[in-house]
């Protein structure tokens, strides 16, 4: 067990770059932890990574790797590593890297957490990122209250259909902009009142206390529907405006009170463990659109920027 199969691309580009290639298997040092990849997610920052669309922060070193999330089974252990055993089975994130769409990875123990008992790897991942993001955002970042107003952009995709879920569970009166053919879906998770994103004005959905934007265009725009003492984190940027992005956060968060919260997420354990709890009492339902099959992650990528997700795309590994 020398080499692996990981998914690579050596330049940027659309999503015909990607291919799996041969990396050396990690090596199990004392403090990490080897994990036999299962299942991985297809995130929006990985299609804003492999596009060059963060090049200016990212360079061009290559080969680069995909995947930031990942549900296994753990195959080796380090010396100094207590609490985990060969079998168990995990799930984690890989933080501010990439490499999870691997059929092996090493972390730090403090990166993963036991995944939930009662869903496949398949389902498992569909819920991590977006189970993360989600209670950080709304709870850690906003301080969502119960009764307050919440509107979700992107409302059926990877992360906004576990945001209104976790939104619901927040006792929040949860509103969502989805596309048309997904607003009964989005209804379903939870959602009081979903609404057209074609179709539907921003200034007629009224105020809100919290603004959770997994779109990331038009930020100033969307900020307008903060009521007084109102709260926006913003999880992305325009993709096709990386810089006015950065540059409207950065520029809300200086000036004025309904500022957008900018969103890096990079958990420990703790946080997976509650994610995992959610899950295996019911409380957070996956949703997985599509798995795909490792040589066909060009697909879901595809998949993925061609919109009208509901929920997750994933990728199977072995």
Do not use: C
Request: aromatic fraction near 4%; glycine fraction near 14%; proline fraction near 5%.
């Amino acid at each position: 067990m020398s080499e692996m199969n990981a998914v690579l691309f050596d330049r940027y580009g659309p999503p015909e770059v990607l291919y799996v290639g041969r990396r050396p298997v990690p090596a199990v040092t004392p403090e990490k932890v080897l994990v036999r990849v299962r299942a991985v997610g297809v995130n929006g920052g990985e299609l804003l990574l492999r596009a060059g669309k963060l090049r200016l922060v990212t360079g061009r070193a290559f080969p680069r790797a995909s995947g930031i999330d990942f549900v296994g089974e753990v195959a080796g252990v380090g010396d100094r590593v207590t609490g985990v055993r060969v079998g168990d089975r995990v799930w984690g994130l890989l933080g501010r890297r990439t490499g999870s769409m691997a059929e092996y990875v090493a972390v730090s123990p403090r990166q993963i957490a036991p995944a939930p008992e009662n869903l496949t790897p398949e389902e498992a991942v569909s819920l991590l990122a977006g189970g993360v993001t989600a209670v950080i955002a709304l709870r850690d970042k906003a301080a969502l209250r119960p009764g307050e107003r919440l509107l979700v952009r992107g409302g059926s995709g990877g992360v906004g259909s576990v945001a209104v879920q976790v939104g619901k569970l927040l006792g929040a009166h949860v509103v969502a902009l989805a596309g048309g053919k997904n607003l009964d879906f989005v209804r379903g998770l939870g959602a009081d009142d979903a609404f057209d994103h074609r179709t539907t004005a921003l200034s007629g959905l009224g105020r809100f206390d919290v603004v959770l934007d997994t779109v990331g265009t038009r930020p100033f725009e969307v900020r307008r529907l903060l009521a007084p003492g109102g709260r926006m984190v913003a999880i992305t940027i325009d993709a096709d405006r990386p810089v006015a992005g950065i540059a409207a956060v950065l520029a809300s968060a200086v000036h004025g009170k309904s500022r957008i919260r900018a969103f890096s997420g990079n958990p420990g354990s703790a946080l997976l463990n509650e994610v995992t709890r959610l899950a295996e009492r019911g409380e957070v339902i996956p949703v997985v659109d599509t798995v795909h099959p490792l040589d066909r992650v060009a697909d879901a990528h595809r998949a993925l920027e061609a919109g009208g997700v509901r929920g997750k795309h994933v990728v199977r590994i072995g």
